[in-house]
């Protein structure tokens, strides 16, 4: 599991690991990151559908209720196929952007 932290940001990712791998090792590692704001880079998963980031749910809901972003980056499931609690995103550059309209809102209180 690779940790690329920007400040409050960090950035997860993992290449050649099987989804349910993939998890066990950011739970495993959450610990480390649990203050920042998340972005999960899904990229090295060829393929992915709804149910797969369906599985970041109850980790997305916890992060969140920390007042902490958690976005998912990957082109293969759409924002559309999962549910509004989740966010997913199809490149890194709009996950930071989500990331830094939600500070936007929780520095407004919105």
Same mark, same amino acid.
């Given at each position: 599991m690779i940790f690329d932290s920007d400040g409050t940001t960090t950035l997860v990712f993992q290449e050649n690991i099987a989804l349910d791998k993939f998890? /066990?090792?950011l739970k495993d590692g959450y610990s480390k990151i649990k203050n920042d704001h998340l972005i999960i880079n899904l990229f090295s998963f060829s393929e992915l559908k709804a149910d797969d980031v369906l599985e970041f749910l109850e980790l997305s809901n916890a992060h969140r209720a920390k007042?902490?972003?958690?976005?998912?980056v990957t082109e293969? /499931?759409?924002y559309d196929e999962v549910p509004d609690e989740i966010c997913v995103v199809p490149t890194i550059q709009e996950a930071r952007?989500?990331?830094?309209?939600?500070?936007i809102e929780r520095d407004l209180e919105l």
């Open positions: 998890l /066990v090792n007042n902490k972003s958690f976005v998912i293969k /499931v759409s952007d989500i990331i830094e309209m939600e500070e």
